[in-house]
């Protein structure tokens, strides 16, 4: 029996070799000491999981915002702007602190509609056909009635006229950039996060404006005025000449789908971003671009691997992004250089 288990002790506690490049040891924050915002997300260095990997990726931001000459793409999904996270991406506009913002339709039009009235919290378990009998939207647990709907058709419909009326004078067919931008110029709130893009002359790219309610209005809007267009060609132009102009470029990408590829295909054109930074839940098992880590990036030539530590200047972290991009902004743009 004494050498069955000396048998077993060989087998599970063999003699280990002491890492030699692996100094850090594990720790978490010491609450003993003085709390504060700081001192907590310092300790996430030493704590491990996503914990560290949210550490590297504010470490990581912080050296592109030292970079001279950085072209800093920030993208995010639509849902993102329905949450309290909204006011951050204002925060960031307001300061100039990106170069150029990638989102989706929710992600322009939610941000006017909270300008005309706010979205109230809920529940996530509330019930849907309860919901859909008050005229409720429900996203998460964030309530949008019908009635923000409505206030927006109300103040967008004058505006689409406006644009109408000037393309017929002119000729000229804005482009979804310039059209973001003239909706931030008229909604003249600086709560708005393209009020602010208007303002300091940031570039929006919506690669799917009209996968949401301002699609919607110009779908009625066209059966009206059949003429009405939109310049997407253009577009792609100037949003794919950004990145093949930047000296060098740094991406920001919290969730994924549309937005995180656009920025992705735009700066393959120029061989790799230098920098990325995700933030997002998706998995990679099932093939899908929302799921997939930096590396797999690389691969297609839309980070480059070429560069010195490579691999630490792309990071993911897998989380959720109300709670760890105010987080990242905190110890990164709400800082001095």
């Given at each position: 029996?004494?050498?069955k288990?000396?048998?077993?002790?060989?087998?599970t506690m063999?003699?280990?070799?002491?890492?030699?490049?692996?100094?850090?040891?594990?720790?978490?924050?010491?609450?003993?000491?003085?709390?504060d915002l700081?001192?907590?997300?310092?300790?996430?260095s030493?704590?491990?999981?996503?914990a560290?990997?949210l550490?590297?990726a504010?470490?990581?931001?912080?050296?592109?915002?030292?970079?001279?000459?950085?072209t800093?793409?920030f993208?995010?999904?639509?849902n993102?702007?329905?949450?309290?996270?909204r006011?951050?991406?204002?925060?960031?506009?307001?300061?100039?602190?990106?170069s150029?913002?990638?989102?989706?339709?929710g992600?322009?039009e939610?941000d006017?509609?909270?300008?005309?009235?706010?979205?109230?919290?809920?529940?996530?378990?509330?019930?849907?056909?309860?919901?859909?009998?008050?005229?409720?939207?429900?996203?998460?647990?964030?309530?949008?009635?019908?009635a923000r709907?409505?206030k927006?058709?109300?103040?967008?419909n004058?505006?689409?006229?406006e644009?109408?009326?000037?393309?017929k004078?002119?000729g000229?067919?804005l482009?979804p950039?310039e059209?973001?931008?003239?909706?931030?110029e008229?909604?003249?709130?600086?709560?708005?996060?393209?009020?602010?893009?208007?303002?300091?002359?940031?570039?929006?790219y919506?690669?799917?404006?009209?996968?949401?309610?301002?699609?919607?209005?110009?779908?009625?809007?066209?059966?009206?005025?059949?003429?009405?267009?939109l310049?997407?060609?253009?577009?792609?132009?100037?949003?794919?000449?950004?990145?093949?102009?930047?000296?060098?470029?740094?991406?920001?990408?919290?969730?994924?789908?549309?937005?995180?590829?656009?920025i992705?295909?735009?700066?393959?054109?120029?061989?790799?971003?230098?920098y990325?930074?995700y933030?997002?839940?998706?998995?990679?098992f099932?093939?899908?671009?929302?799921?997939?880590?930096?590396?797999?990036?690389?691969?297609?030539?839309k980070?480059?691997?070429?560069?010195?530590?490579?691999e630490s200047?792309m990071?993911k972290?897998?989380g959720?992004?109300?709670?760890?991009?105010p987080?990242?902004?905190?110890?990164?743009?709400?800082?001095?250089?």
């Amino acid at each position: 029996m004494a050498k069955k288990l000396d048998n077993i002790r060989k087998h599970t506690m063999h003699d280990s070799i002491e890492p030699s490049e692996f100094k850090t040891e594990v720790h978490g924050f010491d609450f003993d000491s003085k709390v504060d915002l700081d001192s907590l997300v310092d300790s996430f260095s030493s704590t491990g999981f996503q914990a560290t990997e949210l550490s590297k990726a504010i470490d990581l931001i912080n050296q592109m915002r030292v970079e001279k000459d950085l072209t800093l793409f920030f993208g995010y999904t639509s849902n993102m702007v329905s949450s309290g996270l909204r006011d951050v991406f204002s925060f960031l506009a307001k300061h100039n602190q990106v170069s150029v913002i990638v989102t989706t339709a929710g992600g322009i039009e939610e941000d006017f509609i909270k300008c005309l009235d706010p979205f109230l919290l809920g529940r996530f378990d509330l019930p849907g056909k309860v919901l859909r009998e008050q005229g409720i939207n429900r996203t998460g647990n964030v309530l949008v009635p019908n009635a923000r709907y409505i206030k927006f058709e109300a103040w967008l419909n004058p505006i689409l006229e406006e644009l109408y009326a000037e393309q017929k004078n002119t000729g000229k067919i804005l482009t979804p950039m310039e059209f973001i931008w003239r909706l931030g110029e008229k909604i003249n709130n600086p709560k708005s996060i393209y009020y602010w893009c208007w303002k300091n002359k940031i570039p929006v790219y919506c690669p799917a404006l009209l996968d949401g309610s301002i699609g919607d209005m110009i779908f009625f809007f066209s059966y009206k005025h059949h003429d009405f267009k939109l310049d997407i060609v253009s577009d792609i132009r100037k949003f794919n000449d950004i990145a093949l102009d930047a000296k060098k470029t740094g991406l920001i990408i919290l969730g994924s789908g549309v937005i995180k590829h656009s920025i992705l295909n735009a700066n393959m054109l120029r061989n790799g971003a230098d920098y990325a930074v995700y933030v997002n839940t998706a998995q990679e098992f099932d093939g899908s671009d929302a799921g997939a880590r930096p590396d797999e990036a690389v691969s297609w030539g839309k980070i480059q691997p070429n560069v010195e530590n490579a691999e630490s200047r792309m990071i993911k972290v897998f989380g959720d992004a109300t709670i760890l991009f105010p987080l990242i902004v905190s110890q990164t743009f709400a800082k001095k250089k």
